[in-house]
């Protein structure tokens, strides 16, 4: 991330400090990185930045700057310092502006600890689970609001609004697409598990014993690959239904 905004951190060291504390400042580079976010995220242009930025694993720059001024400081000083938990630090000053942000709200509810997702998430998301995970993309809801399509309600069931929760964990239509899953966890997946699906478990709640360790790391894989699989048949298939359809009224 640092030598990808090697620029735009030049000189951080100075301004900061002064830029940290003024929101119109941190706004306006958050923005400066949205369409590199919305490019690696594989997001739609209508995301918001804070979301695309959690998608596309990016601090925002305001924090990166102040761990480059930490950082000088510290060798300035001839002290010993720590990386690795100079970058923690960043990661707890990115979870306060994730959970204040009034943006990306499915986001925030699939993804509520940006340490866990930046520790253990995917490094990264296709384009079927960029629109599961924002929430903008292939639903009628979102497409309604576009103008693409005259009202909110599923295609697929009688249900009056498609949005991504709607479509990836509750329309009966698609139950065959989880069938796997449910058969891993023993119900329907629901919106809450997400997180778990693909970070699977901390480090820190796994067993000392190296065989039940093992185990469970290896169901986690399991279950990330088959809700990865869900996801992206599911989405797969209703954009190739959602073109027939438009090409139908189009005809």
Request: glycine share 6%; charged share 25%.
């Amino acid at each position: 991330v640092l030598g990808v905004f090697g620029g735009f951190l030049y000189g951080a060291e100075v301004w900061a400090d002064s830029v940290a504390k003024v929101q119109k400042s941190t706004s306006l580079l958050t923005q400066s990185q949205r369409c590199a976010a919305l490019r690696v995220a594989r997001c739609y242009r209508t995301v918001s930045d804070m979301a695309a930025l959690v998608l596309a694993r990016m601090p925002p720059i305001h924090l990166l700057a102040l761990e480059r001024k930490e950082i000088s400081e510290i060798k300035k000083s001839g002290n010993m310092f720590s990386r690795s938990e100079l970058r923690r630090e960043t990661i707890r000053r990115w979870q306060t502006a994730w959970d204040s942000t009034t943006k990306g709200a499915w986001t925030k509810k699939l993804i509520p600890d940006i340490g866990r997702w930046w520790s253990y998430g995917p490094k990264s998301i296709s384009f079927q689970m960029a629109q599961a995970l924002s929430g903008h993309g292939c639903f009628q809801e979102y497409l309604c609001s576009k103008g693409r399509s005259q009202n909110s309600s599923c295609m697929h069931c009688p249900a009056e609004v498609d949005n991504a929760e709607h479509t990836i964990f509750e329309c009966p239509f698609w139950d065959n697409e989880r069938r796997e899953i449910v058969r891993l966890i023993g119900r329907r997946p629901r919106a809450l598990d997400t997180q778990d699906f693909l970070c699977g478990p901390t480090r820190e709640n796994l067993p000392t014993d190296f065989k039940m360790r093992a185990k469970l790391l290896e169901g986690a894989v399991h279950r990330k690959l088959r809700f990865t699989e869900m996801v992206e048949a599911i989405m797969i298939n209703k954009q190739h239904a959602e073109k027939e359809r438009q090409r139908r009224i189009a005809a």
